[in-house]
Structures are given as structure tokens and as C-alpha cells.
């Protein structure tokens, strides 16, 4: 899947003129021709236009080819699949039934809340549900399901706002990514994953090695850095974090990177101390690219479930978190952590991780998602 897209220079950009809407007809005074050269066959306008349009398309990547759909779908349904063999499973098959009626009702709530898509966030889906359902004068079991998809895609959209700052046009000149998140989350992976995607789309990636506090975090970034083919910018254990993002952007400058992802420390003495080391962070970027970080990721281990909630909040609370990297989705059974994010937080699931290879990174599309769940086996 592409991710990342060269800016458009000059030559490159598509001739303003040639797109240009084209003039009216001035000769044509408005008299309708007779309608017989107007036949429309509806059935062949609309085999056309499906013939035209790929079936789904990825809400923040909308030119993915096909294969690219393909892709994300399969990725999508491998991260998923404990979850669906789990208890989240077992809604798929709930709908068989002729009556929905209020044990159905408690069932799904027990089902959600044990996926951990938390109390809050499970009532204002089924409220959504039910109240759509009383609307509409549902009664049977299929219609339902259909409009439980609905509304836990609505709730996955509802942070939305726009694409990622890397699917954008023009992409920034240079697009620097912060990320940040507690030990063990799964920062250090998710970056190398993301510098082998765009520099497979052709980016030149660089990669600041800011988490100092541990030795073994900057030579794990180094030995990721040689694996994926990216240069690493590092400085001595316990070294000053702003120096490295300093150096990192200086070289990024220098060289002409279309990429800097910095990672950081997810622990220091105290957690306050962490955060002002954020925001320190921050303003080094901002010195020479004010517009910078252009996302400031945070990784959540989704196996953490509810705890990972907990520690968002505090990030969020202290250093603008754009999107979210949801690491480790292939090894939970409850996924339905995807839905709290969304409703709790209102930040974008930008990506979610498939497993612990560089390539076990997808882009996180709601659709895609919810469909995954609720696929019946
Ligand atoms: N199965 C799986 N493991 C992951 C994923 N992302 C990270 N990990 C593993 O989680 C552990 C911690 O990751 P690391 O990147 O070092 O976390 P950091 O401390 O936040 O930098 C490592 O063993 C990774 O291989 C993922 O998407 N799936
Ligand atoms: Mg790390």
C-alpha cells in the first residue's frame, strides 16, 4: 500500500489549462433534441458506473488501486482475527435470529464491553442502534445488523478530519512525524515499519534516535535503521533528547529528507518530566519548520486495552496528538479498543500493526474494519 506521495513540482503538476472547465457551447441555443437520441438505459448507466468504480474505496487514500484495497483488506482481516474468533464473533451470528428482541439487546452490549470498547463508548453505539432501529420499525434481525455497522463505522469516523499529513496534497516539503507513547507500546517497530513503507514509495526517510534514556532503545532503532535501508541519526546513552532531534532536523535539512520520524523515550525519572521533554521536543522542530510535527503519533499497545486509554489521556494532555498507531491489534481478542480510542479520544486511528515485521503495517480504514469483525467465518 502507498502511503506517501512526492510533492508535485511544476512540471509535474497536471496543466491547470487542460483541466480548465470547458467554455459553454455558444452555438447551441437550447432547443431539446427529440428525445429519441436520448434513450437511456438505466440498467447500462448503472452496470457502467460499476464497472468504472472499484467496490470500496480507502476513505484516506482515495486513488488505492485496487490491489492496494485488496492488500489493506487482507491485512485488516489477519490483525483482526483473534478478535473475530473471539467474543466479538459471536455478534456476527446473532442476527440469524428471527425477533431481535431484549436479551439480543444485553447480549451485544455484554459482547461490546467485553471487547473492551468500554461502558461509555458501547452505550452511545447501541443508543445510536436502537434508537434508529425504533425509528425505523425494525424488527428484523438482519436490518439491525445493518444498522450496527453503520453506527461503529460513524463512531470510527467520528475523529475524521482530515487524511494524514503524508496522503495530502501537496505532502509537506519535508514531513516530519513525532512519536510518541510509553515503553513497550510498540514505537520503535511501528517507525521502522512506517520508514520501510514510505521509502519503499520512493521517500528518503530519516530517522532520529530521541528515546536516550535507554542504551538498547537507540542500537534497537540503529539495527532497524540498517534493516530497512534508513539512515539513523544517534548520540551517546543519556544524552540530551533535544540535541538528537536538533542534529536530526539539521541533517534532514542538510540532506534533503522527505521523511524524519523521531522517536522518544516513553519514561523518564517522573512522567511530568517526560512530558516538558516533549514539548521541548516540539519547539526544536518548530524552529526551523513551524508548521512541524506535521503528526505527532502515539502508539497504544492495543493489548493493554482500557489501561492504554488511561495512559492516552495523559499524552494528549500534554503534547498534540494527531493519530493514533494501534500496535499489536493481531495479538488481542479485543479489539473493540478501536471503538474507545475513537469515541473517548476524537484522534484517528492512523494505522494499525498486523504483527512484528516491517511489513506488518496497515492503514487504518473503518470500513474496512467493522467488516472485518463482523465477517462471519
Ligand atoms: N505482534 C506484534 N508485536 C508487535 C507489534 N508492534 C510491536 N510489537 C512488539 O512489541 C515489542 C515492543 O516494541 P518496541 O517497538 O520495542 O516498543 P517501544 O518500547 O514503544 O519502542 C517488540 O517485541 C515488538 O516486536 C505488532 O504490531 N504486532
Ligand atoms: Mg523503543
Redesign the pocket.
Known sequence: MRFWRRKQTEEQAPNEAALAPEEEFEGYEGDEPPASDFEIDEDELERQALAAEPEFELDDYEDATPEEIAEVHEQTSRATERTRRGLFGRIAGMFTRADFDDDLWEELEEILVASDTGIQTTGAILDAVRSRVREEGVKQGLRVREILRDELIAILEEPRREPPAWSRQPVPETLILLVV?V????????IAKMAHAFKRDGATVLLGAADTFRAA?ID?LKVWGERVGVRVIAHQPNSDPGAVVFDTISAADNGKADVVIIDTA?RLHTKSNLMEELKKINRIVQRNHPDAPHETLL?LDATTGQNGLMQARTFTGAVGVTGIVL?????TAKGGIAFAIAHELDIPVRFI????RMT?LAPFDAREFVDSLLAQE
Open positions: 507513547g515503553n513497550g507500546a510498540g514505537k520503535t517497530t511501528s532503545a534497537q516513553g502508539v500496535a499489536k491489534l493481531d495479538g500493526g498486523t504483527g512484528e506488518d
